[in-house]
């Protein structure tokens, strides 16, 4: 394989580096007014060294009783995941061997259902969840989570499934597995990748996830991003650095899971992007 030329490279890892500077300088600059005190982190002109403290954290975490909020992101992730993943991989091994047409049609549909803006599905819920008196359960977030995910995790898996050969069933076939045994001891860990980039995304939907949360359940079972959104935007200058702090908090545990899982995502990925 033909090398490009040094300069040609200089300039490619010049421009990576450059970009990686500029992408990180808004997440590290958080991280460091989160240390700080209001006075310190937001003082003209600014200082670039002052007292480095964790009550904001603390405060946060402890007195305002976000490992709650945690606890409840925790549990409508995993969920979410969950569910997503279980009927993803069901749907798209079956549409992958599918070679009619409606197997086409309901692809189209679910990627016209997964277009649709979160705000134009949030009036419908509401209504309903409320009049069958389950708007403040975590299952009704979840289950609206999944309905909104669901039709990417099945496009996604079964662009996985459809590279892994169609021989490989067959065989399982002859030597007397079922059609289940088959898809559950052969075909599942050969895409085992593709499932872990998929159970990723669906993670950092349910993970992210604002509007939906701060809409159909209560304070007490809303998620991290919404438990801060209020102190973000407050007026406070105790909950606005509380809301920094926050912020970074729901950070490290995406930052922890990428680099992981960070191979599985690679291969993942370039399993999908490449037709075996």
Not at 86 to 92: D, E, K, N, P, W
Not at 98 to 119: C, M, Q
Not at 142 to 156: G, K, S
Not at 199 to 214: E, T
Request: net charge positive; with cysteine.
């Amino acid at each position: 394989m033909k090398k490009n030329p040094l300069p040609l490279q200089m300039l490619i890892y010049g421009g990576l580096a450059f970009w990686l500077v500029i992408a990180s300088i808004p997440v590290l600059w958080t991280a460091i007014i989160s240390l700080r005190q209001y006075v310190d982190a937001f003082s003209i002109p600014l200082k670039w060294i002052a007292p480095i403290t964790l009550e904001n954290y603390t405060t946060l975490w402890i007195d305002k009783g976000f490992s709650r909020n945690f606890m409840n992101t925790l549990i409508v992730t995993f969920g979410t995941v969950t569910i997503s993943l279980t009927v993803g991989c069901l749907a798209g091994y079956a549409l992958s061997r599918y070679r009619g047409s409606l197997g086409f049609w309901l692809l189209i549909i679910a990627l016209v259902f997964r277009s649709l803006p979160h705000s134009t599905l949030l009036p419908s819920f509401y209504v309903i969840f409320d009049a069958l008196g389950v708007r403040n359960e975590y299952f009704s977030l979840i289950l609206v989570l999944v309905a909104i995910n669901q039709p990417f995790t099945i496009w996604m898996l079964r662009s996985f499934f459809v590279n892994i050969p169609q021989e490989l069933d067959e065989a399982a076939l002859v030597d007397g597995c079922s059609r289940l045994q088959a898809f559950r001891k052969v075909i599942i860990p050969v895409m085992w990748p593709g499932v872990i980039t998929t159970g990723l995304f669906s993670f950092l939907l349910a993970y992210n996830d604002f509007l939906l949360s701060i809409s159909l359940v209560n304070a007490a079972k809303q998620t991290m991003p919404a438990a801060i959104s209020n102190a973000i935007f407050a007026e406070s200058e105790l909950l606005l650095m509380q809301g920094v702090a926050g912020a970074v908090s729901i950070t490290i545990p995406l930052i922890i899971l990428v680099v992981l899982f960070q191979r599985q995502i690679v291969s993942g990925l370039t399993q999908g992007a490449v037709k075996g």
